[in-house]
């Protein structure tokens, strides 16, 4: 997969992903189906492993991996069958054992973000499976990353709280 | 599908989804894959919307769908392939076009919540498309569940933030 820095676009990011839309995604309105944004984020976030050395051969090796704590997405435009998608990431934050991650899913080269999807990985010893901190030589690639991201702008859908406008209990 | 309430477990709600973990829900570390929890929280928000006159034939009739704007998810344990999963739905909210919904994952008669996800829902006629107004028909189906659930007790995983314990910029 070619990865490269998207420095023309916002939020800015690593395209981590890319994939046409497939039928087994669409729902019964001709859309992608929710789930299956999530699905790509996924793949995304494999994507975003690969380049810190937790693709297979570095999971094998290190007997790390990271599991999902948490995530939140924001759903903005409806999404066709057909068309080609990706996943653009960038590091929100780390600490010694977890990464936040935001991804935006965009159309192939173009700029109107379609869904956004933060999340909270956790690094885990697989023999526990157990939460630990990165390998020395994950930190090595994840630090650099982190700070070259820190100087990016905070995407406008992370840190959201799910809430009605005016909550009512009836309609 | 058998539609049923649970009244001795934490969260309530009503079952609106049941199914065995297929092979390919299941990623590379052996457990359903965090994208595939929301698709199965997606079908549990079908089986919600057949409760709620939104059914295949209710949609066709009304000319109304739901889109999902948002979404929050916890991923608490890992789920293995040919677990018996159920999701049970829970409203958290509603307005005139809007209704906030809590899913909670189980397997099959268990307390144990597995991941909880948050959502919310907007009523859509798909001649736009364009966000409206509950069909009365639908909002009289919906009124009497949000009252019902309006008593029960709040799910402990609704309404997060994503954040990092203490955020640093580099691990």
């Given at each position: 997969?070619a ?32 789930g ?18 937790l ?17 939140h ?9 057909g ?7 960038q ?48 930190a ?32």
């Amino acid at each position: 997969m070619a990865l490269m820095t998207m420095r023309n676009s916002k939020p800015a990011g690593l395209v981590t992903y890319r994939s046409e839309v497939l039928p087994e995604w669409v729902d019964y309105n001709g859309h992608l189906r929710d789930g299956f944004y999530l699905v790509i984020f996924s793949y995304g976030v494999d994507g975003f492993m690969d380049l810190i050395g937790l693709d297979a051969a570095g999971r094998k090796a290190l007997g790390h991996s990271l599991f999902t704590l948490e995530a939140h997405l924001n759903f903005l435009h409806e999404v066709k069958l057909g068309a080609r998608l990706e996943v653009r990431t960038q590091v929100l934050g780390c600490d010694a054992k977890r990464v936040h991650v935001g991804l935006g899913l965009y159309e192939e080269g173009q700029d109107k973000l379609l869904s956004f999807c933060e999340q909270m990985q956790l690094n885990v010893d697989m023999a526990g499976p157990t939460a630990t901190t990165f390998a020395p030589s994950v930190a090595a690639l994840l630090q650099p990353l982190a700070l070259a991201h820190a100087g990016l702008e905070k995407p406008k859908f992370a840190g959201r709280v799910i809430a009605l406008p005016q909550p009512k209990v009836a309609p």
